[in-house]
């Protein structure tokens, strides 16, 4: 901006607007100076020039200065005639003032005169209004009552109460106390005050137990679709239950309003004018329906603004009437003695409501439906089945041994009905416990606020716990906790009937525990905590009775239509003590739940009582019974006559499958049954699986002594069981490739070793030589009894069938294991025999049965390779000088043939395939190694006897290639490998070196000599032939 932007220059003179900017700065500063420029135009060369310039300058300015006069000249004239107006005011009003001074001393004379006069006027006119105010108040008030009772009527409620409350403010005013005719209305309000708190507290009740009108949604039993699964409902009431537990943790922070409104008029909200609720009422929030009538106040307009669910400001509603009433003490008081009946009888028609829905749906032909499982009533359905094909004797013994019955099973109809009954029992008593988290909250926070402002002196809390007995009494002993533990309390009584468990201190004295709990406060020192939670004491009876006994008094009981305690006989088709399996899984999520929704001074406090005394039920009582009726069920099932007798009748076929006849030992199925039933128990109860999987491995430890003792019947004395037991003999059949069938890890490292056919028809060689020196073989030796090796092969089968489902019972007990918390440490186990050793695992067991399964295939093998030797070996003692030619093998070969087919035709429904071949695998090997080195060993054979071991061998191949299991090719090759080496005897002596000298490699160099040594008629032998064969071979 420039210096002479502000000048009033004309738009015909902007020139000298121009003019002036081209004037020099030094022009127009501050201090001007004028000896420069003298100077400057004293030395100048052009003087007149620079005059001449200053000349025209200074008319510039002079012409500007006219233009601002002329500009602003009628402004100054005006200016000036203001001031000398002003000044002309100035001086009348002085005057005037002067004046006023004389008449205001000539008034104050006047009113002085007449001053108490005015004052007693004034007084009056003051008492006039304050009467008339006081006559449109007690006006007002006697139309209070028929009011209040219009709110009531319309369960206006809270708004009941802020009129009852302004008008017991306006009776104690002191004009208004000394009034007769208020006396009615006052003591029709102390009436109505009673009539308030009752109603207030009866809909407090009904909404803590969610009965009330505006109470959570909870659909009843008789309100349920029939055709709604059981899995669906158990979901429903896992959803709300969550729900309700975030719904606890949101509303914790609404929970906490004012301690009183402004019930005198005076309120902090101000509300909103019509346009605006008109404009904004889509962004405004509702006024919960229970509120529309009542005086717009600061608690109002919290709830306004929540955003907690319609049951919790309800809930918070009545509280807030509670604490203007005054009656938060006489409320918390009638709450604690009415909460265990209550409860009680909650728990009751729960029970009732679900008897009716499960006596219609059986009725409609739905039950099944419902109650259909799966874990071990599969098995028990496979059972039944496997009974239509061997007969109902088995599938009755192994139900028979079973300490339950099959509804009471892990997973049968009785453990299902427990849980989904105690799963809504506990969802249902989830809720009541969140209601009285809120109200909890709610009265401790009025009554410590109130007490607060009611005290003029500090507290001082002392150790011995004075402050937290005052604070109970100001909420007339109701507390959080003591809902806790009578809600526990009532759950405990429920699982005791359930468990047929009578409580010694909780049943009679019922209403004396309430009390005693009432008047207790919680204490926040550690080592009191066992006294300060739920203390439990109780009997249990019928721990041993026999489920007929129960199935026969619960029919008792339904046919008398007497129900003691809840009448959970109603629904269950059984109880008792096996029932704590089902009870566990719901009792630790109802304590999980609880835990979530407790304050956090009260979380310090622990709150598993009820889930401590269902662990010490189940430690002390539960697992004790079960191990001794199971050990009774295992001990019956392995000493029975036909525990380890192979079935009579079995399937033509052998089946992998149990259900489709796979002809398992009763014995160890029925260990197998048992092993499943208590795993299926320690899947309902993680926490003591481990001393579940250990009696597991005291059954399995039994079984396999009996195994073994049976296997050792079988085989005493017996030269193959000897002979598996010597080091070199097991070596060489661990080398042996079929060593691949045996079901064992052995296997496994077997198939990592590829051994070439070189080296497999060494390691039979070996096998062979060592069975020859056995020779002589006695029948004595031999187990010549085929039921014995029926047993065997059973046995085998059997053993493997329970490795495998040991196996699998070791990977469902390393997956509960993992769910156990770390710090958990399991209870320990009363029936252990001996200390000194650690257990074993159940993967060392499974190796162990493997074990003996081996040892029976082995031993199987083994005999079959000693019978073959037996009967052979008197193919080394005979002279083959026939005169005719063979029609029929020999009788030794016959009765080898009859023996292995028998044996075949036995064994074939006991073993699989694959472990057949094993077993009969051995027989041609050792069959052509015992006919080549027989050769060795006779004196004379002629070309018919040559054509008898020919058809021998014939016949033995045909028998040995008609059992499917074994590879016709490698007897085949085998058998003509013997028959060649016979057929050579045939050859000159010329002949035979010629082909010695091509085939060295074909037979061993002995083998080659034993054919020069033997004596054939007809054959000439040079002298040095054996010389030639000597330099062909290297003997």
Wanted: glycine letters at 4%; one cysteine or more.
């Amino acid at each position: 901006m420039g210096l002479f932007d502000g000048l009033p220059v004309p738009k015909d003179k902007e020139y000298l607007r121009e003019d002036l900017e081209n004037v020099d700065e030094s022009w127009t500063v501050a201090r001007f100076d004028s000896l420069p420029h003298v100077v400057r135009i004293l030395t100048s060369k052009d003087r007149e020039g620079e005059i001449q310039a200053l000349k025209d300058q200074s008319d510039i300015v002079e012409e500007v200065v006219d233009e601002v006069v002329q500009t602003y000249h009628g402004g100054f004239n005006r200016a000036i005639q203001n001031y000398s107006q002003i000044l002309r005011l100035f001086s009348e009003s002085t005057q005037s003032v002067g004046k006023l001074k004389v008449d205001l001393g000539n008034a104050k004379k006047v009113i002085s005169a007449r001053n108490k006069q005015l004052h007693q006027l004034w007084y009056r006119s003051m008492t006039l209004r304050h009467i008339i105010s006081l006559l449109d108040q007690i006006e007002n008030i006697a139309q209070v009552p028929a009011r209040i009772n219009k709110l009531i009527d319309d369960n206006e409620l809270y708004a009941a109460v802020q009129v009852h409350v302004q008008s017991a403010r306006m009776l104690e005013r002191e004009g208004l106390q000394t009034v007769g005719a208020l006396q009615d209305v006052r003591s029709e309000l102390a009436k109505l005050r009673g009539v308030l708190f009752h109603k207030v507290l009866e809909a407090l009740h009904a909404h803590l137990y969610n009965t009330g009108e505006y109470s959570s949604a909870t659909p009843s039993m008789n309100e349920k679709d029939d055709a709604i699964p059981t899995t669906t409902v158990a979901a429903f009431s896992m959803n709300n239950s969550q729900s309700l537990s975030r719904r606890t943790r949101l509303q914790k922070g609404d929970s906490h309003v004012g301690v009183a409104s402004s019930v005198d008029g005076g309120s902090s909200y101000d509300g909103h004018d019509d346009d605006d609720i008109n404009d904004d009422a889509k962004n405004i929030p509702r006024l919960p329906p229970w509120l529309l009538e009542s005086t717009p106040d600061e608690f109002v307009e919290t709830m306004r603004k929540s955003e907690s669910p319609i049951h919790v400001k309800y809930l918070q509603t009545m509280v807030e009437c509670l604490c203007m009433l005054d009656k938060v003490a006489a409320a918390g008081a009638i709450i604690c003695q009415r909460l265990r009946p209550t409860i009680h009888e909650i728990i009751t028609s729960k029970i009732k409501d679900q008897a009716e829905y499960v006596n219609s749906s059986r009725s409609g032909g739905v039950h099944g439906a419902r109650t259909s499982t799966t874990g071990l009533q599969y098995v028990r359905g496979q059972l039944q089945k496997e009974s239509h094909k061997n007969g109902p004797s088995l599938a009755v013994s192994l139900m028979a041994v079973s300490p339950v019955t099959s509804v009471m099973a892990p997973m049968g109809a009785a453990q299902s009905a427990a849980k989904e009954l105690l799963d809504s029992v506990l969802d249902t008593i989830v809720r009541i416990f969140d209601n009285h988290v809120v109200v909890g909250e709610l009265i401790e926070s009025k009554s410590s606020q109130q007490t607060h402002m009611n005290t003029t002196k500090p507290v001082l809390r002392d150790k011995s716990g004075n402050s937290d007995f005052e604070a109970s009494q100001a909420t007339g002993g109701y507390t959080i906790w003591f809902s806790m533990t009578v809600l526990q309390s009532e759950c405990q009584q429920l699982i005791c009937e359930i468990l047929r468990a009578t409580p010694e201190a909780a049943s009679a004295d019922a209403a004396v525990q309430t009390a005693r709990l009432a008047n207790k406060a919680p204490s926040k020192d550690k080592k009191d905590k066992s006294e300060d939670g739920l203390t439990f004491a109780f009997r249990f009876t019928d721990a041993a009775v026999s489920n007929q006994d129960l199935i026969r008094q619960g029919r008792n009981r339904k046919g008398q239509n007497v129900q003691e305690g809840y009448g959970s006989a109603s629904v269950l088709p059984e109880q008792g003590i096996y029932l704590a399996a089902s009870v566990y899984r719901p009792v630790l999520q109802f304590t999980d739940k609880i835990a979530l929704m407790l304050p956090e001074k009260y979380s310090q406090l622990g709150n598993d009582g009820l889930l401590a005394f269902l662990e010490n039920f189940i430690k002390d009582h539960f697992l004790p019974t079960m191990f001794v009726d199971y050990r009774k069920g295992v001990q019956q099932a392995i000493s029975s006559p036909a525990a380890f007798r192979p079935r009579a009748n079995p399937v033509a076929a052998y089946t992998p499958s149990v259900s489709k006849g796979r002809p398992v030992l009763q014995g160890l199925l029925t260990i197998d049954y048992l092993a499943k039933e208590v795993l299926g128990w320690a899947q309902a109860m993680p926490k003591f699986a481990g001393d579940l999987v250990l009696s597991v491995q005291t059954f399995l430890e039994r079984t396999y002594e009996r195994c073994r003792a049976s296997y050792t019947e079988a085989v005493l004395e017996k030269q193959s069981y000897m002979l598996i037991g010597r080091h070199d003999v097991d070596k060489l059949m661990k080398r042996d490739p079929t060593s691949a069938f045996l079901p064992t890890s052995l296997a496994h490292a077997n198939s990592d070793s590829h051994i070439a056919d070189a080296e497999a028809d060494g390691v039979e060689l070996e096998i062979s030589g060592l069975l020859m020196k056995l020779r002589p073989i006695k029948q004595e030796s031999l187990i010549r009894d085929n039921n014995k090796l029926i047993l065997l092969a059973s046995l085998s089968d059997s053993l493997e069938y329970i490795a495998d489902s040991i196996e699998r019972f070791a990977n469902a007990s390393a997956k509960a294991s993992e769910q156990i918390e770390t710090d958990v440490k399991p209870s320990p186990i009363h029936h252990k025999r001996s200390a000194s050793l650690p257990p074993k695992d159940l993967k060392a067991f499974s190796e162990e049965y493997r074990k003996l399964a081996i040892d029976c295939l082995k031993v199987l093998r083994v005999e079959m390779q000693l019978e073959t030797v037996f009967n052979m070996q008197v193919m080394a003692t005979r002279e083959y000088l026939e005169d005719q030619d063979a029609e029929e093998p020999d009788a030794y070969i016959i009765s080898l043939i009859t023996q292995i087919t028998r044996r075949d035709e036995v064994i074939a429904p006991f073993i699989a395939p694959n472990k057949r071949n094993y077993v009969f695998g051995g027989i041609c090997a050792v069959a052509s190694h015992a006919s080549i080195k027989a050769l060795g060993e006779m004196k004379n054979i002629n070309l018919f006897g040559v054509q008898q071991i020919c058809r021998n061998t014939i016949a033995l191949e045909q028998a040995l290639s008609s059992i499917p299991s074994i590879d016709s090719d490698s007897v085949r090759t085998k058998l003509d490998h013997v028959r060649t080496y016979y057929e050579l005897l045939n050859m000159p002596v010329e002949a035979l070196l010629a082909f010695i000298t091509e085939h060295d490699r074909l037979f061993s160099p002995i083998e080659y000599v034993n054919l020069l040594k033997v004596q054939v008629p007809g054959r000439e032998v040079p002298d040095d032939a054996r010389a030639r064969m000597a330099e062909i071979l290297p003997i």
